[in-house]
């Protein structure tokens, strides 16, 4: 017996990124001398997913338009490596594990997935309620809440938690520092974000306080000159609370004739710069082969078409009396829709969640049954896929506005109707909101023809003393 097994040896703290990266761990010496090295089953298993969910969840042609190389998700590992947020880690293994789970259709590995969640949730809380005069919001906290909101958008726990993560983690980003977005990681989560809290405010459930959007866009992530994708989604957020007015009947919010037609023309002005960059590079972003059907460049620039199609679709159902139309808006949803098969031959998860505002769009305001039916069968085939959870929410506001049109009443939210059960939740607002933290989280058990307009020739946080203001506006 050697000295230090006599003594006792100190139980040296596990390094997550053996977890994550599935590195090899010595763990004995041959007698001989040589090092005999045996690799960690669990870890193994934890690099298969998360490669496989890193398949699924990214796309190509992203960093023209973030401007960033790589994409968010692969720099997670690093992130989670650093020692600084244990949260990071679990919601990483969480999320790798759910997607395998509702992959393979495994129980045991979905229940492993639920019980890692729980204990990011409870990690995650305690940073998100320190006091923000003395802890700032990381780059950590900001990724944990978005892998929480791709965590419920394929694997549900309550009606209300993925809404309540994409608003938190947009909350967050309105507190954090410039400092804090590494090689432009926070600049791809706000992409993101803009495109689900459309959603969600499609949907009918974004009664929140607004996202300052401009506030992380020129003081978080300090843009000079904006993407145009990011000036594209002002441009959208702006016609969805009209959208919604409208549904509501809020006469107050309609736009006038003025506004109108200059967001109008704004919209088809940032079309025709972003098809001009694209031609600059001797390409299209979208072309119709002679079989009718439509090539996109890329995934990405699948999903700028596609919202642009959006915005047109928006602009129709918003347009003022006597105002001159969009254009013709069937060819708007038909794009969409194209779009969204070019997508699910490609396979790409965040695509899909990306795709499911403009989805949503066709399948409620397509003037053509058959393709209305076609956006809906899109969240049907969801519902067994990974994506169950932005589905099921997709789903719920068809079917309520399919039944306010049979009965002629405008019909708001109902939770009722929620496509889950109710049950307790624990996300970042809440933190932020108050020092009670529920513990109920734990049991959360190639001819080619030209498409489009012609080329021209301090918050207050739960532990703070900071009682006077509230620039969350969530008080």
């Known amino acids: 017996m050697t000295n230090t097994a006599k003594y006792g040896m100190q139980k040296r703290k596990s390094n997550p990124l053996n977890e994550l990266t599935g590195l090899l761990t010595q763990d004995y010496t041959h007698p001989s001398k040589l090092l005999i090295h045996r690799i960690s089953q669990r870890a193994m298993v934890m690099e298969s997913f998360y490669e496989r969910f890193l398949a699924y969840f990214t796309s190509d042609g992203e960093e023209r338009d973030v401007r960033n190389r790589n994409t968010w998700l692969y720099s997670l590992p690093v992130l989670s490596a650093d020692g600084t947020n244990e949260a990071l880690t679990l919601a990483i293994q969480a999320t790798a594990y759910a997607y395998c789970a509702v992959d393979a259709a495994d129980m045991a590995m979905k229940q492993h997935s639920l019980k890692l969640y729980g204990q990011a949730l409870r990690k995650h809380s305690r ?28 694997q549900a726990t309550t009606a209300d938690a993925y809404r309540s993560h994409i608003y938190g983690a947009a909350k967050l980003l309105e507190v954090t520092t410039p400092k804090q977005c590494s090689h432009g990681v926070l600049c791809q989560l706000f992409y993101h974000l803009r495109t689900q809290l459309l959603l969600i405010h499609l949907t009918g459930h974004g ?15 300090e843009y000079v000159q904006l993407p145009i994708f990011q000036r594209l989604m002002g441009y959208i957020s702006k016609l969805a609370e009209v959208y919604f007015a409208h549904k509501q009947g809020v006469a107050e919010q309609h736009l006038d004739h003025m506004a109108y037609t200059t967001i109008k023309n704004d919209v088809e002005s940032l079309w025709l710069e972003y098809a001009e960059e694209a031609a600059l590079a001797d390409t299209f972003p979208v072309w119709e082969k002679a079989s009718g059907t439509m090539h996109f460049r890329d995934a990405f620039t699948t999903l700028a078409v596609a919202y642009f199609s959006a915005a047109r679709i928006l602009l129709g159902i918003i347009a003022p ?42 399948a409620l305001h397509c003037p053509r049954w058959s393709q209305q039916r076609q956006a809906t069968a899109c969240f049907e085939r969801w519902n067994s896929k990974p994506l169950s959870g932005i589905s099921a929410l997709a789903l719920e506001s068809i079917y309520r506005h399919r039944t306010s049109e049979v009965y002629g009443s405008t019909m708001g939210p109902d939770a009722s109707v929620a496509p889950f059960p109710n049950r307790s939740d624990l996300d970042e607002r809440d933190a932020l909101l108050s020092n009670t933290l529920s513990t109920s989280t734990s049991k959360v058990n190639v001819d080619v023809v030209h498409v489009g307009p012609a080329l021209r020739d301090a918050t207050r946080s739960a532990g703070s003393d900071v009682t006077t203001s509230d620039p969350f506006g969530l008080a």
Do not use: W
């Open 321 to 362: 009396q006597l105002a001159i139309p969009s254009i013709d808006s069937t060819n708007q949803h038909s794009t969409i829709l194209q779009a969204s098969q070019y997508l699910q031959i490609h396979t790409a998860g965040c695509a899909y969640m990306r795709m499911a505002a403009p989805l949503l769009l066709v």
């Open 127 to 154: 940073f998100v309620s320190r006091s923000r005069s003395e802890h700032e919001v990381t780059v950590h906290m900001v990724s944990t809440s978005v892998l929480f909101s791709l965590f419920e958008a394929m």
């Open 207 to 221: 009664k929140e306080t607004p996202v300052e959007a401009k506030r992380i866009l020129y003081g978080t992530l």
